[in-house]
């Protein structure tokens, strides 16, 4: 667990770097390719930027960030990793556990409310893996509210994930690498930013 250097970087109030990751817009058809961007900050300033791409409804998010994170320049400078929620592409459910055992740093899965859980179990009874993508789910543990935050955290603990989502965030309840994740990622796909992020 990464529990040490990011206890330090928060109490030395240390500025923190993270990369935020989120799906661009994609097509609805399963099995199509999804183009994720994850975008580095420091604090709030934007530093650098990767793209990966992974399957829609698959189950290849968790590797796919895990190796564009690892295998790049900006690995051994990131604190803490954000994804924008806990599933991209769909229903592409990232194993926060084993993410951060992969990166070993913490990993935090960021919602803008509280999910709709019993919507969410609906809506996976498509999938013939249902229980497993619903247990992968579960696994990302309890849901955290800190200030304007929802969030699941492994690799730390909550209150300092609450920590860490205040200092990469500008204003209101998304951290700006999630934010420009977003904009960026749609921009790339449609030829320009959404109007939210």
Same mark, same amino acid.
């Given at each position: 667990?990464?529990?040490?250097?990011?206890?330090?970087?928060?109490?030395?109030?240390?500025?923190?770097?993270?990369?935020?990751?989120?799906?661009?817009?994609?097509?609805?058809?399963?099995?199509?390719?999804?183009n994720?961007?994850g975008?580095?900050c420091?604090?709030?300033r934007?530093?650098?930027? !990767?793209w990966?791409? &992974?399957?829609?409804? $698959?189950? %290849?998010?968790? /590797?796919?960030? @895990?190796?564009?994170?690892?295998?790049? *320049?900006?690995?051994?400078?990131?604190?803490?990793? !954000?994804?924008?929620? &806990?599933?991209?592409? $769909?229903? %592409?459910?990232? /194993?926060?556990? @084993?993410?951060?055992?992969?990166?070993? *740093?913490?990993?935090?899965?960021?919602?803008?409310?509280?999910?709709?859980?019993?919507?969410?179990?609906?809506?996976?009874?498509?999938?013939?893996? @249902?229980?497993?993508?619903?247990?992968?789910?579960?696994?990302?543990?309890?849901?955290?509210?800190?200030?304007?935050?929802?969030?699941?955290?492994?690799g730390?603990?909550?209150?300092?994930?609450?920590?860490?989502?205040?200092r990469?965030?500008?204003?209101?309840?998304?951290?700006?690498?999630?934010?420009?994740?977003?904009?960026?990622?749609?921009a790339?796909?449609?030829?320009?930013?959404?109007?939210?992020?």
């Amino acid at each position: 667990m990464a529990m040490k250097p990011i206890d330090e970087a928060l109490r030395l109030n240390k500025q923190l770097r993270v990369i935020g990751f989120d799906d661009a817009p994609f097509q609805h058809k399963r099995g199509s390719d999804v183009n994720i961007s994850g975008i580095v900050c420091s604090g709030t300033r934007f530093e650098g930027m !990767l793209w990966g791409q &992974i399957e829609k409804d $698959g189950h %290849n998010a968790t /590797d796919v960030i @895990a190796n564009l994170l690892t295998e790049s *320049k900006f690995f051994n400078q990131v604190h803490a990793v !954000l994804t924008d929620g &806990i599933a991209v592409g $769909g229903f %592409n459910v990232i /194993d926060l556990d @084993a993410l951060a055992q992969a990166v070993n *740093k913490p990993c935090i899965a960021v919602m803008r409310k509280p999910p709709n859980l019993k919507a969410i179990k609906n809506a996976l009874e498509n999938f013939a893996d @249902a229980e497993n993508r619903w247990q992968t789910i579960l696994n990302a543990g309890e849901i955290y509210q800190h200030s304007a935050f929802y969030y699941q955290v492994k690799g730390c603990d909550s209150v300092q994930a609450g920590k860490i989502l205040e200092r990469v965030t500008d204003t209101g309840n998304v951290p700006e690498a999630l934010r420009l994740a977003h904009l960026i990622g749609s921009a790339v796909m449609t030829g320009q930013s959404s109007n939210s992020a």
